[in-house]
């Protein structure tokens, strides 16, 4: 069952919450320190645009690359009002292709995690060491293996709305560190009635994370040719920890 297909259409409605104004000051303020502060950046795993035009907004000139037509539909009609000239690509982040190289490579909110093998991540990597510019910066977020096995684990979640509700069955395999998410969403039919009575479609997702931890990513980063500046929480912004959730990660570009 192939993730973000109708659940593209309601993934704005269950993030409204998500902290995007904020994720984009700590990406802006980390490319700055680096005197990135215009010029082409690229966000990988970019969704339905959310913090792609966060960042278009702030002066970068925006590619955003994703898997999923569906989400990608929904960040083109974004781009249709704002006005942003963002250029969207329909690719795999473990095979993208760009014309020439970027400024910096940014990919948050977990979008690294779906990446299940070590030598996926490492393809990925070695991609975005290629098309950075000399000495780019890659800034990166990724979900622990603490987050998933402790803070999550084998739970339900259920969220009921006006117009959308969902039920999220988690669950976690210590041995593979894969964390599966079966989720059973009810949103509301525009366009479909009867009888004058709402209709709510009803359909089903299963995605799949791999949990790792900060040591795993320095070894992906040191393989693939980047060159690991700095870790750290990226709730708090302070020193990684055990019980750190998600850790942000600053990488270098090395040579080709």
């Given at each position: 069952?192939?993730?973000?297909?109708?659940?593209?259409s309601v993934?704005?409605r269950f993030m409204?919450?998500?902290?995007y104004?904020?994720?984009c000051?700590?990406?802006?303020?980390?490319l700055?320190?680096?005197d990135?502060?215009?010029?082409?950046?690229?966000?990988?795993?970019?969704?339905?645009?959310?913090?792609?035009?966060?960042?278009?907004?702030?002066g970068?000139?925006?590619?955003?690359?994703?898997c999923?037509d569906?989400?990608l539909?929904?960040?083109?009609?974004?781009?249709?009002?704002s006005?942003?000239d963002?250029l969207?690509l329909n690719?795999?982040?473990r095979s993208f292709?760009?014309?020439?190289?970027?400024?910096?490579?940014v990919s948050?909110?977990?979008?690294?995690?779906y990446l299940l093998?070590?030598?996926?991540?490492?393809?990925?990597?070695?991609l975005?060491n290629?098309?950075?510019?000399?000495k780019?910066?890659?800034?990166f977020?990724f979900n622990?293996?603490y987050?998933?096995e402790t803070?999550?684990?084998?739970s339900v979640?259920?969220?009921n709305?006006?117009?959308c509700?969902?039920i999220?069955?988690?669950?976690?395999?210590?041995e593979?560190?894969?964390?599966e998410y079966d989720?059973t969403?009810?949103?509301?039919?525009e366009e479909?009635?009867?009888?004058?009575q709402e209709?709510f479609s009803?359909?089903?997702e299963?995605h799949?994370?791999?949990?790792?931890?900060?040591?795993e990513?320095?070894?992906?980063?040191e393989a693939?040719?980047?060159?690991?500046i700095?870790a750290y929480?990226?709730?708090t912004l302070?020193?990684v920890t055990?019980?750190?959730?998600?850790?942000?990660?600053?990488?270098?570009?090395?040579?080709?």
């Open positions: 069952m192939e993730a973000y297909t109708d659940f593209a993934y704005d409204d919450e998500t902290p104004e904020q994720w000051d700590n990406i802006v303020r980390e700055g320190a680096h990135i502060k215009d010029g082409l950046v690229l966000e990988l795993g970019c969704g339905t645009g959310s913090m792609t035009e966060l960042l278009a907004a702030k970068y000139d925006m590619i955003g690359v994703d999923a569906e989400m539909n929904i960040a083109c009609a974004k781009r249709e009002q006005g942003h963002i969207y690719q795999d982040m292709e760009l014309y020439g190289t970027v400024r910096a490579v948050v909110c977990d979008s690294l995690n093998e070590d030598e996926d991540v490492i393809e990925c990597f070695r975005v290629n098309y950075l510019d000399p780019g910066i890659f800034f977020d622990t293996r987050k998933y803070v999550i684990g084998d979640i259920a969220e709305r006006e117009d509700s969902f999220w069955e988690n669950y976690y395999d210590s593979s560190d894969i964390n989720l969403i009810f949103a509301r039919n479909a009635s009867a009888d004058g209709l009803r359909f089903q299963v799949l994370q791999r949990g790792y931890t900060l040591e990513m320095k070894h992906f980063i693939s040719g980047l060159v690991l700095r929480d990226a709730d302070g020193e055990a019980q750190s959730e998600r850790i942000y990660c600053v990488a270098e570009e090395n040579g080709k």
